[in-house]
Structures are given as structure tokens and as C-alpha cells.
């Protein structure tokens, strides 16, 4: 049974930094793409971050670009999502997801529909 466990969420004021992550079990770290995803009240899931076939295949939404980082720990298990300047926009509940479908295209890997997805994490950014 693949399970997915999101932690590090917090409030943080605008400009500061939190490292999210998720503790996978139940499937080959380095054989899976994980992907992080954020719901802000009201609003729709959108997809943030993920990593996939290698360390160098990630994906970002263009709202983070340059302000987030994917990394993974394939010995411990664990996906993280480096935030810094924090936005209040950022708000929202971060969830992991996690498939057993590879991509090799940086980018590309927010694309794939993902089977299996953690609890969440909330996210909240003071101005």
C-alpha cells in the first residue's frame, strides 16, 4: 500500500522560508514521480512542483519558479519542497502525490496523473 505523509507546513510571515515534506513508503522513491500540489480556499488544485525519472527531471508552476526547489532523499524516503519568499499568495494546503509513471521531460512531470496523494499540509503566508 503506497502511503504519503505531508508535514512542515506552518505560518511564516511574507519574504520567509519552509521546507515541506513527504514521507513515502509503499513504492521505489527513485522509480516514482512525486509531485507537491496546493488548494487555497475557493480556489482550484494546482500543481506546484514534482520530480520524476532523475534528480534533474523536475517541474514548477511559473508562480514559483525561482523561489521553490524539489529535491528527494531516495535512502530516507522523502520528497521536500524548499519554499523561500513566501508570498501571501502561497496560502493554501500543500499536498504530495505520488505514480509509478516516469516522464523524462523537465516540465512535464506536473502532467501525469497521479494515483496516489497524502493528507495535506497547510501553508500560511501573513502580510
Known amino acids: 500500500e503506497v502511503q504519503l505523509q505531508a508535514s512542515g507546513g506552518g505560518l511564516v510571515q511574507a519574504g520567509g522560508s519552509l521546507r515541506l515534506s513527504c514521507v513515502a513508503s509503499g513504492l521505489s522513491l527513485d522509480e516514482s514521480t512525486i509531485g507537491w500540489f496546493r488548494q487555497a480556499p475557493g480556489m482550484e488544485r494546482e500543481g506546484v512542483s514534482c520530480i520524476s525519472s532523475s534528480d534533474s527531471v523536475t517541474g514548477y508552476a511559473d508562480s514559483v519558479k525561482g523561489r521553490f526547489s524539489i529535491s528527494r532523499d531516495n535512502a530516507q524516503m522523502t520528497v521536500y519542497l524548499e519554499m523561500n519568499s513566501l508570498k501571501p499568495e502561497d496560502t493554501a494546503t500543500y499536498y504530495c502525490?505520488?505514480?509509478?509513471?516516469?516522464?523524462?521531460?523537465?516540465?512535464?512531470?506536473?502532467?501525469?496523473?497521479?494515483?496516489?496523494w497524502g493528507q495535506g499540509t497547510l501553508v500560511t503566508v501573513s502580510s
Open positions: 502525490a505520488a505514480d509509478h509513471r516516469l516522464v523524462l521531460t523537465p516540465g512535464k512531470c506536473l502532467e501525469v496523473p497521479y494515483d496516489f
